[in-house]
């Protein structure tokens, strides 16, 4: 090869990199459809998460926080930015990886091992909590009695308050969800669907939960999936990306692909989505659920049980249908005027549906 030669397009209509102009363009951005090369792409995708770190305040020096870590690619590519940020732009953060397992064989227990590969790739410390332990039931089990109609309801309660139990075993000051934008815009559609006016007007907030026991943040708010896909495809990133066996027919899924419909016609229909969430204002005639703490655990709850507490009660009643939709069961004695919840309680030595865990 001649001099100078390798600067040239190797084949006819081949583009340079819109940014630096030197390199080939390796691929289009999905977010904003421009042409660029990997070594671009690696540094505005990182300095986009940044950004908006900084603009919204995200964390402090010397917090402890919780990477949600599920071995897939949201939550892998979210543990190896956040470390590489934290690095280069001295956070001061500690950092730890925790992750919940459902019991779902064939698909939980194979990516926990990739999340254990990435403790030692990444070498942040580990916590697993387990369904098992904290409801004596595993999502195997659950699926056995109730079926494949509803059991992701199951999953998505018990999950996030075990993601607070195990943050407060950890003693974490925040956790950091792989939520993305595609993520945020289908909950935006699924909300409006529901008529949840409750978390319609909390479910595009880049931190939730700071009235409860630990906060969470979601630092890919505004990054799309297909960005997070290709960022780990190019960095060769270990990451576990079999869909769970138990959602094919999730209400979720449906919202999934209509948002995906309107990326292929217009990408910017993904953030335009988001931003209408952010602007929609709750009417002041509309009567919100007041917070307060579950009678049987002591989770934070607007109920006299929390649904945890609810759906964990059905099952070990052998009446699994108990709490789904919008029947409370022993919620719909709730007294008014519950006690406002004490956000620093501790949730870490008591068990969901039990008094003397």
Request: aromatic share 8%; proline share 3%.
């Amino acid at each position: 090869m001649e001099k100078g030669e390798e600067e040239k397009p190797t084949k006819a209509g081949s583009r340079l990199c819109c940014i630096c102009n030197q390199r080939r363009a390796a691929l289009k951005r999905p977010k904003t459809l421009q042409q660029i090369c990997r070594e671009c792409f690696y540094e505005v995708f990182e300095e986009e998460i940044h950004q908006v770190i900084v603009e919204n305040q995200l964390f402090k020096p010397g917090e402890r926080l919780a990477i949600g870590a599920s071995g897939g690619k949201d939550s892998t590519v979210l543990a190896y930015v956040l470390s590489e940020l934290n690095r280069r732009h001295n956070y001061g953060l500690d950092l730890f990886l925790l992750s919940v397992d459902e019991g779902i064989t064939g698909y939980r227990d194979d990516s926990l091992e990739t999340v254990k590969r990435n403790e030692i790739q990444y070498g942040l410390p580990l916590k697993i909590v387990s369904y098992k332990d904290l409801y004596g039931w595993t999502m195997d089990e659950i699926v056995k009695m109730i079926g494949l109609k509803n059991n992701c309801t199951f999953c998505g309660v018990f999950r996030r308050q075990a993601l607070d139990r195990g943050a407060a075993l950890l003693k974490v000051d925040k956790v950091a969800t792989g939520h993305n934008a595609d993520d945020i815009a289908e909950t935006v559609l699924l909300n409006i669907l529901r008529g949840d006016i409750a978390r319609l007007s909390r479910c595009t907030s880049i931190v939730t939960g700071e009235d409860g026991p630990i906060p969470r943040c979601k630092p890919f708010k505004y990054t799309y999936e297909k960005e997070i896909v290709m960022y780990a495809y190019f960095k060769r990133l270990d990451y576990f990306s079999t869909e769970c066996i138990y959602s094919p027919n999730a209400y979720r899924g449906f919202a999934r692909e209509f948002i995906k419909d309107l990326e292929r016609i217009r990408p910017q229909a993904i953030l335009d989505i988001i931003q209408s969430g952010e602007d929609f204002r709750i009417s002041t005639f509309t009567k919100m659920p007041e917070q307060g703490t579950c009678e049987r655990c002591g989770y934070i709850s607007s109920q006299k049980w929390c649904k945890a507490c609810v759906l964990l009660e059905g099952l070990n009643r052998g009446l699994p249908k108990l709490g789904i939709g919008r029947s409370r069961g022993p919620n719909n004695d709730r007294k008014n005027g519950t006690k406002e919840t004490n956000g620093a309680k501790s949730i870490e030595s008591k068990q969901c549906g039990t008094l003397d865990f």
